[in-house]
């Protein structure tokens, strides 16, 4: 007994090798680039919310550029920020207080080839908002 309806399994395939294989290396690609790239975005992410906050406690008060620094540097440890605050000028002016950061970053990617980020910003407190 022979049926008109033709058999589909014959003509349906799902993934060769090769294609399992291709997607796995992307898959992996696109997971090392977020490890790479994520951190220190993340650091820059933690800095502006930390900068913007530290602005905002000291509006009332009357300290040095150095002593904001400082304080910078004691809430980069509490939140884990892994940026040196070298790379930051804090000043104290009739204005009021302002932090500017300048840095790069630079991670090694796969074998030789690195991944360089470059952070700029300036922190205000005379407007009572941050430029980013």
């Known amino acids: ?23 796995l290396i992307l898959v992996a690609f696109l997971l090392k680039v977020a490890v790479v790239i994520a951190p220190p975005y993340y650091d820059h992410y933690m800095i502006g919310h930390i900068a913007t906050d530290l602005l905002k406690d000291v509006a009332g008060q009357d300290i040095s550029g150095d002593k904001l620094c400082s304080d910078l540097s004691t809430r980069f440890d509490i939140n884990h920020v892994t940026v040196p605050v070298d790379h930051f000028q ?41 430029k980013h």
């Open 1 to 23: 007994m022979s049926s008109s309806v033709p058999d589909h399994r014959q003509r349906q395939a799902g993934f060769s090798a090769s294609g399992t294989l291709l997607i």
């Open 90 to 130: 804090c000043t104290h002016d009739d204005q009021g207080y302002g932090i500017s950061e300048d840095y790069e970053i630079r991670k090694n990617f796969i074998a030789n080839l690195d991944v360089v980020m470059h952070f700029s910003g300036n922190f205000a407190s005379q407007s009572g908002a941050s």
